[in-house]
């Protein structure tokens, strides 16, 4: 299974980027999905999560809130992370993530850096 993200690059202090991911459908509707970032030497963190099926519940990283969205889209099989008013320390690989029961499914990460 494969996970495709996009939507990462260079951008200004202040500026915005969406990240997409496309998803299998065959998991998508009642996966957990959610965003990892990691930067060199450290761990990678949980940016933001969203339940599947109709509740669609999220939850963010404290040093996110407020200026990252986390949305998914069914008849698309893709969630979304809009990110506004980045900061130098959102530079990082992003990750998309899917939980399904116990199975667990990576995609590949997308540069995202953050600089005048």
């Known amino acids: 299974v494969q996970l495709q993200a996009s939507g990462g690059g260079l951008v200004q202090p202040g500026g915005s980027l969406r990240l997409s991911c496309a998803v299998p459908e065959s998991i998508f509707n009642f996966a957990i999905m959610a965003w990892f970032r990691q930067t060199p030497g450290s761990q990678r963190e949980l940016v933001a999560r969203?339940?599947?099926?109709?509740?669609?519940?999220?939850g963010y990283a404290d040093s996110v809130k407020g200026r990252f969205t986390i949305s998914r889209d069914n008849a698309k099989s893709t969630v979304y992370l809009q990110m506004n008013s980045l900061k130098p320390e959102d530079t990082a690989v992003y990750y998309c993530?899917?939980?399904?029961?116990?199975?667990?499914?990576w995609g590949q990460g997308t540069q995202v850096t953050v600089s005048s």
């Open positions: 993530h899917a939980l399904l029961g116990q199975t667990a499914y």
């Open positions: 969203i339940t599947g099926g109709p509740g669609r519940i999220t």
